[in-house]
């Protein structure tokens, strides 16, 4: 390997790190905005849901609803009266109308994928399947 090459190589590898770290920058920007005093606050804003019904969905598929009584900025969320929807056991990434009472619950934030209020939300048939007959 002569020493251009490897100039070369060593200049590729450094302009792919400076690209990787920003957009490494860009992601924690979508995800953070700055406020006057310094400190960075999610822009997921869970104060006007506190008191009232969420659904929550975790990774690994559970399904929860309850009230929301609290969270924090890594996004766990204390919810009231929670109930989660049971997974069909045929096909685990259904869910089904069975439901298990859990109470008080915290979901820690890792697992929290989404948020979203239960007041105003309907379900809808899917208009995508085809009909039996086409």
Same mark, same amino acid.
């Given at each position: 390997?002569? #020493? @251009?090459?490897?100039?070369?190589? @060593? ?10 770290? =920003?957009? =490494?920058? !860009? @992601?924690?920007?979508?995800? +953070?905005?700055?406020? =006057?005093?310094?400190?960075? !606050? ?6 006007? +849901? ?5 659904? &929550?969905?975790?990774? *690994? *598929?559970? /399904? &929860? %609803?309850?009230?929301?009584? *609290? ?6 969320? &204390?919810?009231? !009266?929670?109930?989660? +929807? ?9 869910? %089904?109308? /069975? ?7 915290? #979901? ?7 948020? @979203? ?5 309907? =379900?809808?048939?899917?208009? +995508? ?6």
């Amino acid at each position: 390997m002569d #020493c @251009s090459s490897f100039n070369q190589s @060593s200049y590729t590898v450094r302009w792919l790190l400076q690209v990787k770290r =920003e957009k =490494e920058r !860009e @992601s924690r920007a979508l995800f +953070f905005i700055a406020i =006057e005093s310094g400190r960075k !606050e999610t822009v997921l804003d869970l104060a006007k +849901f506190v008191d009232k019904g969420v659904q &929550v969905k975790l990774t *690994g *598929g559970r /399904q &929860v %609803t309850g009230t929301l009584k *609290g969270y924090d900025q890594l996004l766990n969320l &204390v919810l009231d !009266e929670a109930i989660e +929807f049971l997974r069909d056991p045929d096909d685990p990434l259904k869910t %089904t109308d /069975q439901t298990r009472r859990l109470g008080l619950i915290v #979901c820690r934030g890792t697992a929290v994928m989404l948020v @979203s209020p239960t007041d105003g939300t309907d =379900e809808i048939a899917n208009p +995508f399947i085809q009909p039996d007959g086409a």
